[in-house]
């Protein structure tokens, strides 16, 4: 689907929703019971729209590691907050993997291209709208620290996705690191679908593996992410 027709089906669904809400006031208007969380269950604005969220690396692929800290175990607790904040909103949300595995079948002669093409054949449903493929970041200079996007570059879509989560996620993250191309990942050059790839923080650096470590600080991370997403499709709906 593309985005044009995301912001179509979301006029339609917003319609649908309107009509569904005057009767939920309807009904309960009458009998005095009206409460916000029943209106914000009757309205979720972004019903319908799918986002993959792919957590990087798994298997015996931990990614970077430093200090007893594996990028795998992080990358699959960012997914599953990321998830959690969409679906509050009416987004369906698919994983590409919701446990330590990663996607090659037993045996697989080249474990590590399966795992990739698994992946990108979840993100090429037709389904799919968006999706994020989430990691931490490692250097071999470890002042080097805070969060980073990467998009495709034949895909403006993807860059516009990639510097509305950019500017929300560095509220939290006070990166200085800029909006990159990532034309050499495989995540991000064989999808035919709006995407980014984010690094959340540089495992390598000891200031952002604490602030990783934190539970509240991961749980202010996905809610950026999720407000960068929204703010990116509201922004193609009026353009
Ligand atoms: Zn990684």
Redesign the pocket.
């Given at each position: 689907m593309t985005t044009y027709n995301i912001v179509v089906n979301k006029m339609k669904n917003k319609t649908k929703v309107c009509i569904f809400l005057a009767a939920v006031l309807a009904i309960n208007i009458k009998f005095g019971s009206i409460t916000y969380t029943m209106l914000y269950d009757a309205y979720k604005p972004y019903n319908g729209v799918t986002v993959v969220l792919d957590a990087?690396?798994g298997g015996k692929d931990l990614?970077?590691e430093y200090e007893g800290i594996n990028?795998s175990d992080l990358n699959i607790d960012m997914v599953n907050k990321i998830k959690k904040e969409l679906e509050t909103i009416g987004f369906i949300v698919l994983l590409t993997r919701s446990d330590e595995h990663d996607l090659a079948s037993e045996g697989a002669t080249n474990r590590k291209r399966e795992d990739l093409n698994n992946r990108v054949d979840i993100i090429n449903q037709e389904k799919v709208d968006i999706y994020i493929s989430v990691?931490?970041n490692a250097y071999v200079t470890n002042e080097v620290k805070g969060s980073q996007l990467f998009y495709f570059s034949e895909n403006e879509d993807s860059k516009q996705l990639a510097n509305h989560i950019d500017e929300s996620i560095k509220k939290v993250s006070e990166s200085e690191l800029k909006v990159k191309q990532g034309d050499s990942y495989y995540i991000l050059n064989k999808p035919k679908k709006v995407g980014v790839l984010l690094e959340c923080a540089f495992l390598s650096n000891a200031s952002d593996r604490e602030k990783m470590l934190s539970e509240e600080y991961r749980e202010h991370l996905a809610n950026e992410v999720v407000v960068g997403i929204v703010s990116y499709l509201n922004d193609k709906h009026y353009e």
């Open positions: 990087g690396h990614g970077c990028e990691h931490m």
